[in-house]
């Protein structure tokens, strides 16, 4: 978790009161969507954000480690 786009989703993360799609993460940060599915994995892979697939959406939630990183 070095790198600038990480910071920024971690950030992002905090700030939200509920699960974010890959989408929103895509158009917060103007990228495409799989850059933020990607992204979003390799947060996954660091114990920092925990994923859930909710019908056809993927959602996103910062965990308690990711809060405190």
């Known amino acids: 978790m070095t790198n600038e786009l990480s910071k920024k989703t971690l950030e992002y993360l905090r700030k939200q009161d509920w699960p974010v799609t890959t989408e929103m993460v895509a158009k917060e940060f103007e990228i495409s969507w799989n850059t ?8 996954v892979a660091d114990g920092l954000v925990k994923g859930n697939r909710v019908g056809r959406q993927n959602q996103w ?5 990711g809060r405190k990183s």
């Open 36 to 43: 933020a599915h990607l992204q979003l994995y390799k947060l």
């Open 61 to 65: 939630m910062i965990t308690d480690k």
